[in-house]
């Protein structure tokens, strides 16, 4: 019986901490010392609902019964959760003189600006009210006293009491935010209880303890930009991405994304620090956003740039996950690194780097599965066990992959970390071959131009400028998509461009309908004031220079067949041939330095293959034989 009079003692208190009259404490102290008597007298060891209730119904007369069910439910409640749940409680409105003196300057306030009915002014009164007395019955002796933690017991207490809890709670806000205002409480209190009803507001409480101990270990690095300066930038910072050119959804998501952020750093008094957001997002990132989880994972890098550099940088994008290059083991990370930055410095592209990550990634990872964890142990039999194990889908993609890799070899007899001469146990060369041209079709060239006829969205005008230039001048997709402002000549109505491939300056000659298509993208759809000189830009916020895919996506939102760009450049060479140039003249407009690889495209031109072949008789051939007999 020893818990049964312990928890019996807990109600008690709860009906006075919440400020229950004395008749109503004294009906449940009877209940509680009669259920106890009839349980020893039924032998009965421990408390049962059922029991309890029975009890109630069978042996307590009918006027005190309604009282005592709700005493036996209270107690119930103990043994259930340990406390009384919100349901069975009341909180009967009395509080301090301090309080209803906020509380009528709150309601005196709102009511001048003449947007609510007495109705509901009363009824903010009452769950103004309401509040004031569950904080001071739990301890909170002024309003300048209010934290999270009494905001999140009266959330739990609002839930289990009303299906509305919401609509009070939203008052409440109101309220909370009047107080901030002025400085009575703290400024993310009435912004909590906005939150809170959705469910987006954390705690270190809510991380793993790993997390919450990372955090914990960084405290001291965020003391130095303290969470109510960093809600004070939120302004800014969202006013940036408008001028930027964002658009409403991601403007509109910013402010949102960071007051959450916000509301955890003020709980816990941490300030903001990079390192604390990156593991509170990943720990609460999924749950709080969901689909949304990319939106705001950008929102944090973007706020980031603008902590660093004061403003933000469209372009900039974070790496999010680890590849397998970070994952290498540490016998070789190092070794990996250095010669990474090797070709940095040499100043190769961003794909080609990304290339040699790839390539020496697959080439250590077996390294270290077959065992080795030095350099000391490459030989030649692992290189060649290596080079027979690889497969690609083409020699030439072997080709590839193995020149790279033997670069880094050669790398590391530099060094004096392997033999020298060890890069020779691993070829790096195949057989030349041959592949069929292929070309746009007729339905395609159709389909190309109908699309671009009747552009008239801002996509629409970039796709039909890229794709009049490809079929106008068969430039390959990174001259098109590097091309500049200046390198549209209009009185000559030709482009300059200095190709990519070679690095050889050349000039196309554009017909009319390209250069209408390229001004119409320029007067409609290009974004002014981005400080680009590339020609072709984002349609939307960031506005900078697109990528090969843009070629791509052009042609299959077209409607051709494929997205591969180079078929237009091929289809160009071969109706360039058709219509009578000469092969040099035919290199010439493809930007070619010689003619070896126009025949290519000779092949296409089936009416004058036509003419090419002798006939048997020129040959001296015989046609007699067994084909020639007559039956």
Same mark, same amino acid.
């Given at each position: 019986?020893?818990?049964?009079?312990?928890?019996?003692?807990?109600?008690?208190?709860?009906?006075?901490?919440?400020?229950?009259?004395?008749?109503?404490?004294?009906? *449940?102290?009877?209940?509680?010392?009669?259920?106890?008597?009839?349980?020893?007298?039924?032998?009965?060891?421990?408390?049962?609902?059922?029991?309890?209730?029975?009890?109630?119904?069978?042996?307590?007369?009918?006027?005190?019964?309604?009282?005592?069910?709700?005493?036996?439910?209270?107690?119930?409640?103990?043994?259930?959760?340990?406390?009384?749940?919100?349901?069975?409680?009341?909180?009967?409105?009395?509080?301090?003189?301090?309080?209803?003196?906020?509380?009528?300057?709150?309601?005196?306030?709102?009511?001048?600006?003449?947007?609510?009915?007495?109705?509901?002014?009363?009824?903010?009164?009452?769950?103004?009210?309401?509040?004031?007395?569950?904080?001071?019955?739990?301890?909170?002796?002024?309003?300048?006293?209010?934290?999270?933690?009494?905001?999140?017991?009266?959330?739990q207490f609002m839930r289990e009491s009303s299906k509305a809890f919401y609509i009070n709670e939203g008052?409440?806000?109101?309220?909370?935010?009047?107080?901030?205002?002025?400085?009575?409480?703290?400024?993310?209190?009435?912004?909590?209880?906005?939150?809170?009803?959705?469910?987006?507001?954390?705690?270190?409480?809510?991380?793993?303890?790993?997390?919450?101990?990372?955090?914990?270990?960084? =405290?001291?690095?965020? +003391?130095?930009?303290?969470?109510?300066?960093?809600?004070?930038?939120?302004?800014?910072?969202?006013?940036?991405?408008?001028?930027?050119?964002?658009?409403?959804?991601?403007?509109? *998501?910013?402010?949102?994304?960071?007051?959450?952020?916000?509301?955890?750093?003020?709980?816990? +008094?941490?300030?903001?620090?990079?390192?604390?957001?990156?593991?509170?997002?990943?720990?609460?990132?999924?749950?709080?956003?969901?689909?949304?989880?990319?939106?705001?994972?950008?929102?944090?890098?973007?706020?980031?740039?603008?902590?660093?550099?004061?403003?933000?940088?469209?372009?900039?994008?974070?790496?999010?996950?680890?590849? +397998?290059?970070?994952?290498?083991?540490?016998?070789?990370?190092?070794?990996?690194?250095?010669?990474?930055?090797?070709?940095?410095?040499?100043?190769?592209?961003?794909?080609?780097?990304?290339?040699?990550?790839?390539?020496?990634?697959?080439?250590?990872?077996?390294?270290?599965?077959?065992?080795?964890?030095?350099?000391? +142990?490459?030989?030649?039999?692992?290189?060649?066990?290596?080079?027979? =194990?690889?497969?690609?889908?083409?020699?030439?993609?072997?080709?590839?992959?193995?020149?790279?890799?033997?670069?880094?070899?050669?790398?590391?007899?530099?060094?004096?970390?392997?033999?020298?001469?060890?890069?020779?146990?691993?070829?790096?060369?195949?057989?030349?071959?041959?592949?069929?041209?292929?070309?746009?079709?007729?339905?395609?060239?159709?389909?190309?131009? =109908?699309?671009?006829?009747?552009?008239?969205?801002?996509?629409?005008?970039?796709?039909?400028?890229?794709?009049?230039?490809?079929?106008?001048?068969?430039?390959?997709?990174?001259?098109?998509?590097?091309?500049?402002?200046?390198?549209?000549?209009?009185?000559?109505?030709?482009?300059?461009?200095?190709?990519?491939?070679?690095?050889?300056?050349?000039?196309?000659?554009?017909?009319?309908?390209?250069?209408?298509?390229?001004?119409?993208?320029?007067?409609?759809?290009?974004?002014?004031?981005?400080?680009?000189?590339?020609?072709?830009?984002?349609?939307?916020?960031?506005?900078?220079?697109?990528?090969?895919?843009?070629?791509?996506?052009?042609?299959?939102?077209?409607?051709?067949?494929?997205?591969?760009?180079?078929?237009?450049?091929?289809?160009?060479?071969?109706?360039?041939?058709? *219509?009578?140039?000469?092969?040099?003249?035919?290199?010439?407009?493809?930007?070619?330095?010689?003619?070896?690889?126009?025949?290519?495209?000779?092949?296409?031109?089936?009416? =004058?293959?036509?003419?090419?072949?002798?006939?048997?008789?020129?040959?001296?051939?015989?046609?007699?034989?067994?084909?020639?007999?007559?039956?």
């Amino acid at each position: 019986m020893m818990h049964f009079k312990d928890n019996a003692s807990f109600v008690i208190q709860t009906l006075k901490k919440y400020r229950y009259g004395p008749r109503a404490i004294m009906m *449940s102290e009877e209940c509680f010392a009669s259920l106890m008597l009839s349980m020893e007298d039924k032998d009965v060891s421990s408390f049962s609902l059922q029991y309890a209730l029975d009890w109630c119904r069978e042996e307590v007369t009918r006027y005190k019964r309604p009282q005592y069910e709700n005493a036996i439910l209270r107690l119930a409640d103990v043994y259930d959760c340990g406390r009384v749940r919100a349901n069975r409680l009341v909180i009967y409105q009395n509080p301090s003189e301090s309080c209803r003196k906020l509380i009528d300057s709150y309601l005196s306030d709102i009511s001048d600006e003449g947007r609510y009915t007495q109705m509901h002014l009363e009824n903010i009164r009452h769950s103004v009210t309401q509040f004031c007395c569950f904080a001071e019955y739990n301890g909170v002796c002024r309003v300048e006293d209010i934290d999270y933690d009494i905001l999140e017991q009266y959330d739990q207490f609002m839930r289990e009491s009303s299906k509305a809890f919401y609509i009070n709670e939203g008052l409440v806000s109101g309220f909370l935010k009047y107080l901030a205002d002025r400085n009575v409480c703290r400024r993310g209190c009435g912004i909590f209880m906005h939150y809170i009803e959705s469910g987006k507001c954390t705690s270190l409480k809510d991380l793993t303890p790993r997390a919450a101990n990372a955090i914990e270990d960084r =405290r001291e690095d965020s +003391g130095c930009f303290p969470a109510d300066e960093f809600y004070e930038t939120i302004f800014d910072f969202t006013e940036r991405a408008v001028s930027a050119g964002y658009s409403k959804t991601v403007t509109d *998501s910013l402010p949102y994304h960071l007051t959450i952020l916000y509301l955890f750093l003020d709980r816990e +008094g941490l300030g903001y620090d990079r390192g604390i957001v990156e593991t509170w997002f990943s720990e609460t990132g999924l749950r709080l956003f969901g689909r949304g989880i990319l939106m705001a994972r950008r929102t944090y890098e973007m706020y980031d740039d603008y902590t660093r550099e004061g403003d933000i940088l469209p372009l900039h994008w974070w790496k999010h996950t680890e590849t +397998g290059f970070d994952r290498l083991p540490s016998w070789c990370k190092a070794e990996a690194d250095a010669f990474v930055s090797c070709k940095q410095k040499e100043g190769w592209g961003k794909s080609t780097i990304g290339m040699y990550r790839i390539c020496v990634t697959r080439f250590l990872q077996h390294l270290d599965g077959a065992g080795i964890r030095s350099f000391i +142990g490459l030989c030649p039999e692992v290189i060649k066990d290596f080079n027979l =194990r690889d497969r690609h889908k083409t020699p030439e993609a072997k080709n590839a992959y193995n020149s790279r890799i033997r670069k880094f070899i050669i790398y590391l007899e530099l060094k004096g970390i392997v033999h020298a001469g060890m890069h020779f146990a691993l070829p790096c060369s195949s057989a030349s071959g041959e592949k069929l041209v292929e070309t746009l079709s007729e339905g395609d060239i159709s389909a190309i131009q =109908r699309y671009c006829s009747s552009a008239s969205s801002p996509l629409a005008l970039r796709d039909a400028a890229i794709l009049l230039i490809a079929l106008d001048t068969g430039l390959r997709s990174g001259d098109i998509i590097g091309m500049k402002l200046s390198s549209i000549g209009w009185k000559e109505k030709c482009v300059r461009v200095i190709q990519q491939k070679t690095g050889v300056e050349r000039v196309f000659p554009m017909e009319t309908a390209t250069c209408n298509a390229i001004y119409r993208y320029l007067r409609d759809a290009r974004r002014r004031g981005t400080g680009h000189d590339a020609l072709f830009l984002g349609i939307k916020a960031p506005y900078g220079p697109v990528d090969h895919s843009a070629c791509r996506c052009a042609l299959l939102r077209a409607g051709a067949s494929s997205g591969s760009i180079h078929r237009a450049r091929k289809t160009f060479g071969s109706l360039t041939l058709n *219509s009578g140039s000469s092969v040099e003249e035919t290199a010439m407009m493809l930007g070619h330095s010689g003619t070896s690889n126009v025949h290519k495209y000779v092949s296409l031109d089936s009416g =004058r293959l036509r003419l090419c072949p002798l006939s048997l008789c020129e040959t001296g051939l015989s046609i007699k034989g067994r084909y020639d007999r007559h039956e």
